[in-house]
């Protein structure tokens, strides 16, 4: 508050400066309080009057000095609160006002900035940040472009190679890339020799989490290998049945993916150490 | 109060004196008074958000889940009747039931198998959440690790699914299966 008082005071004595040339010319104490700001007012004792009026007229005598002294006599004479009771209710109710005006502001201001710091760590919970589920439009988006991309990025057909690499440069991003290739290394190379055609299906998935633009889905799929060279392994390593029809597997993984120009695309495939 | 700022306004907006700071102080009151609302119904809002409520359900059910899955997927012979509980405690519905009809005839199995078989599990998610009927169902991906009496482990893993339902405020598990593998011609 004593900043505001510092204001006040100093538009004050700029205003005794600015009417002191004007006095000095007529020579007279009335002239000064007359265009004085505080005579405008109705609330004004005479004794405000006099108190400006005298320093006003003692202005006129020096010049810089006057400023300086002025100042150190105002300060001191702002320091005691108590002392100062007498001259406040005298003075204008102005300075009063702007005052409450400056406590409303903090106040105001104070609660805005607390509000928003309760609001924003009310959203800044993780079960909340979290919107698998509540954003249901988004999580339905999420579990059918990752079923389709994992149906795609996991299934190769040994007459049409390119198919999977042309999916891994759609679908895929990041640390993906080379984990889906460390995965998929074995099982081409088996497929080409057995001459199967290995068909992956998403059974089930769901959407662990979405933060912003990452989102994780557990997904569970069938893989299902149907080889023409004689026998026939599933890709997930187990040769055990060797009928026409096919070998059936069954494989879970976490699938990390961003969401990128409109498109939710693979960054991290989590097979769970398998 | 109100006159006094009345009477500022007059007379900034008459001009016949220019106050400066009355109309600063003033302006940023009004602003202060502006930014005390707006945050004001912000934490509003954020406070009465239906979607926090269904996504700290989701949560709750999922940790239930995951909870109950491991449960169910843990026994050691040497503390049967404990681990039994635990089975019981972590239901509710027909799958209770089954497991209460059942306890006598696994706990007579397991005693004679000498088994210890302990479950981790490694993935969880809700697919599905109905909060006010409290139920869910939930994609739970599990790692079992049986070991035998000759101290021989070995490790399989689970894709569990599994219903919840709520009673009492509680979520139990109603109803756990593994997921089916190849469709129908896998059998």
Redo the contacts between chains.
Sequence with gaps: MST?RH??NR?RRRQAREIRPAAASAASAASVSSSS?SS?TPTTGPATEETTDRRASTATVTTTATVTADERTTDSREQPTDAREQPTRARP??P???V???A???L??G??????A??QA??D?P??R??????LARTSEIKGQTAKAVDRLFSYDHTDPDALGEAAGELLTGKAVDQHRDLLADVRQRADEQKAVITTTV???????IDGDRAR??V?A?Q?SVGTAGNQAAPGGSKEATED?GV???A?L?VDVVHRDGRWLVSGI?T?G? | ?AR??AR?VSRVLAGD?PRP??AL??A??LV??G??V???Q??Y???H?D??A???Q??EALAAGEQAVQNLNTLDHRDLQHGLDLWESSTTGELHEQLVSGRAEFAEQVEKAKTVTTARV??????E?DDRAGRAR??I?L?VTVKASDGAASEK?S?M?GELTRTKGQWRLSALGQ?????A??G
Aim: charged share 25%; aromatic share 8%.
């Design positions: 505001t204001h006040i538009q700001p405008s109710r102005r009063t006002a702007l409450v005006l400056c409303l502001t903090v105001l201001g609660f805005a900035g607390w509000a928003h309760k609001a009310l959203r919970d079960a909340r979290n919107t698998a589920l509540t954003d059974t089930e998935s769901a959407v662990e989490r889905v557990l569970y069938d299902s029809e059936y597997a069954g879970m976490a989590d769970f398998r | 109060m006094e700022r500022a004196r700071l009355a102080v003033l940023l009151t202060a008074g930014f005390a707006w945050a004001g912000d934490w809002r954020a406070a958000d979607r926090a269904y996504a700290a989701r949560d490694l993935s969880g998610a809700v697919t959440l939930v994609l991906a790692r893993d894709r699914l997921a089916p593998v190849g469709g011609s896998a």
